[in-house]
């Protein structure tokens, strides 16, 4: 059984930094790929970004230069470096991963697994 917990979510000012941590479980994820989605409120969810089996990473554009997605596949675990939050940064960030090796990207419905989700809130 897939399990993807997320975890260092929390209460920033703007202009901080914060970083997310996705463990992930219940399978080999080496060939999977590993994506962050939030959901602000009242807004749909949108996939920010996510690395590939082969390591190559994909970012909204929102957040390029700003967020920067790695994995530890020793670990199994997939972070986001948040840097420069701003407001329109508070939401629900999902881990997601993908199995199926669907496209786009950066589509969420591309996703088969999901977290519980970590609230991220940036106060300006």
């Known amino acids: 059984q897939v399990q993807l917990v997320e975890s260092g979510g929390g209460l920033v000012q703007a202009g901080d930094s914060l970083r997310l941590a996705c463990a992930a479980s219940?399978?080999?994820?080496?060939?999977?790929?590993m994506g962050w989605v939030r959901q602000a409120p009242g807004k749909e969810r949108e996939v920010v970004a996510c690395?590939?089996?082969?390591?190559?990473?994909s970012y909204g554009g929102l957040v390029k230069g700003r967020f920067t997605i790695s994995r530890d596949l020793a670990k199994n675990t997939v972070y986001l470096q948040m840097s420069s939050l701003s407001s329109e940064d508070t939401a629900v960030y999902y881990c997601a991963v993908d199995f199926s090796r669907r496209f786009p990207v950066d589509t969420p419905g591309n996703y088969d697994y999901w977290g519980q989700g970590t609230q991220v809130t940036v106060s300006s």
């Open positions: 690395v590939l089996s082969g390591g190559s990473t």
């Open positions: 219940g399978r080999n994820f080496r060939e999977a790929r």
